[in-house]
Structures are given as structure tokens and as C-alpha cells.
């Protein structure tokens, strides 16, 4: 007999990590479906950008956030980060073990396209990482949808959106230039597999004026997560009313910019603790 989880479990809070603040437009996504949940969100920009290392570094890395996210008793962990999906998610999986649930960027993503986009073909761009692992093209071949997925590592994307040149003339220029790419030609849809690139996606839209639809998969994970969290009984009660989640947000290497950007990616001011990941 399955003992259910008690109300304590329920309101233990929902890891999330990144190489940087890039994860944190799902973050934001995972806030907006699970209002009543409290969030720890580790960036590892001491590291980033991922998309540019080894799957061994990554995998590194990998576990180091897990055993900080562990010690914050999160009930969840999820990957915010696609190149770190690529490289650690089998991993991260066997190392957390029963201790918590682990969720990826890319499954929940394959499964949507498969859905909607099956006998089509689908432009995808990403780091080096993501691409260059094809880990989304072994999974969307195994779906055996016949979605045809046209993948192009876009590697000027992250740092263009970390120096934040990305609503302006810069910015729609190298956007354009990605975009003309033979890869890309001939697409129903662009996913952006990157959790940077939300940021530009109304670029992007305004570049295909309608032809092409850009999927952010963000909200296709935090929908994930939450089916997850109910499917265990682990969906947080709403709190006392006027009182919200207190979420908290480190990185192992803090810079006065990426205090700033957080306010960008997650929506809101974000107050950044320093939590160097080796000392």
C-alpha cells in the first residue's frame, strides 16, 4: 500500500537551474502556472555559457547544483537549461534518485511537437550543445511522427542576449542572418531550444510575419511540472491571503549585470545570493 505524501512534502519548494539567468523565462513560466509554489533557482554563471563545454564538465556541474538543490529539500528538479538536458538529464535522474522529481527541457518539448507538428517539418536552433549532441532529433525519430526537424546551431544568440542586445538593430541582423540559413528554409515552425531565446521571439515573429510559428517551449515544461507535482500529490496549497511564495535565486558567481538581467528574464525584481558552487 502507497503511503500518500504528506502536507510538508507538498510544500517543499521546486528546484530550477541553468548555466546562467537564461532559465529563468521558465522560471517565470513555472510562477505563472503554480502560482502558490515556492521556487530555488540556481544560475551557474560562474560556468556559463553551457552550450560551449564538454557533456563530462556539465555533467560536473550538474551534480554539484543537485546537491545544493537537495539540501533545499526540493521536491522537483527541473533543467532549465536545453544544453544541460542534452548532456546530464539521464544522469541527474540516477543521482537524485527517489529524493526528488526530475524533469528536463527536452521530453516534454519532443512530446508537443510530436503532437502537433506530426508529417511537418520543423526548424530548431540551439547552442553547439543542443545541436551538435542531436539528441532532439534521435527523440522526435523515435516518435516516428515524421516531423522533419532542420536543426542550426545559432552560437552568437546567448552572449548577443546576455550583453543585452536584443531589441535593436544588432540584434535583428544577426537574428535575420540565422534565420535566412538554408537549414531553416521550408519550416512550419521554429522551436527555440534555448531558454535565452524567448527574449527575441518577437523578433522572430515579426521576421516571418506569420509564416512560420516560433514555439517557446517554456510553457510547455512548467505544464509539465505541474502535471508531475499532481500526478504525486505534491501540488503546494495556496497560501495565507496577500501572502506569496518566497522564492530564493543563487549564483556561484555574482556580477552586478546579472542582478540586472534577472529583472528582464523573470519579469520582476530578483534579489541575487552569491552561492559559489566550489570554494
Known amino acids: 500500500m502507497t503511503t500518500a505524501p504528506t502536507p510538508a512534502a507538498a510544500a517543499r519548494p521546486i528546484g530550477i537551474f541553468d548555466s546562467g539567468i537564461g532559465g529563468l523565462t521558465v522560471a517565470r513560466a513555472v510562477a505563472q502556472h503554480l ?5 530555488v533557482y540556481f544560475g551557474d554563471t560562474a560556468h556559463l555559457p553551457y552550450g560551449e563545454k564538454s557533456t563530462a564538465a556539465i555533467q ?3 551534480v554539484k547544483i ?5 539540501r533545499q529539500h526540493c521536491k ?4 532549465a537549461c536545453n544544453s544541460a538536458s542534452a548532456a546530464a538529464y539521464e544522469l541527474v535522474r540516477e543521482y537524485v534518485g527517489s529524493k526528488a522529481v526530475v524533469v528536463g527541457m527536452i521530453d516534454p518539448v519532443v512530446q508537443y511537437v510530436g503532437q502537433h507538428y506530426a508529417g511537418r517539418p520543423v526548424g530548431l536552433i540551439g547552442t553547439k550543445q543542443t545541436v551538435g549532441s542531436n539528441i532532439y532529433r534521435k527523440k522526435i525519430d523515435q516518435l516516428d511522427q515524421g516531423v522533419d526537424l532542420h536543426a542550426l546551431a545559432t552560437p552568437l544568440l546567448v552572449p548577443m542576449i546576455e550583453e543585452g542586445f536584443f531589441a ?12 535566412d540559413h538554408p537549414a531553416l528554409q521550408g519550416i512550419d515552425a521554429l522551436l527555440l531550444a ?12 515579426a521576421y516571418y510575419q506569420g509564416r512560420v510559428a516560433v514555439l517557446d517551449p517554456s510553457d510547455v515544461v512548467a505544464a509539465t511540472v505541474a502535471e508531475a507535482l499532481a ?3 505534491l501540488l503546494a496549497s495556496a497560501p495565507a491571503e496577500g501572502v506569496g511564495p518566497a522564492h530564493h535565486f543563487y549564483v556561484s558567481d555574482f556580477t552586478r549585470s546579472f ?5 528582464i528574464f523573470f519579469g520582476q525584481e530578483v534579489q541575487l545570493e552569491h552561492y559559489p558552487l566550489w570554494e
Not at 76 to 79: K, M, V
Not at 168 to 179: A, F, K, N, Q
Not at 259 to 263: C, G
Open 231 to 233: 500526478a504525486r500529490q
Open 60 to 62: 560536473a556541474y550538474a
Open 76 to 79: 522537483l528538479i527541473l533543467i
Open 35 to 39: 502560482p502558490h509554489e515556492r521556487l
Open 66 to 70: 543537485c546537491d545544493v538543490l537537495l
Open 259 to 263: 542582478e540586472e538581467s534577472t529583472r
Open 194 to 205: 534555448c531558454t535565452h531565446f524567448p527574449l527575441i521571439k518577437p523578433q522572430m515573429e
Open 168 to 179: 535593436g538593430r544588432v540584434s535583428e541582423e544577426i537574428i535575420r542572418t540565422y534565420l
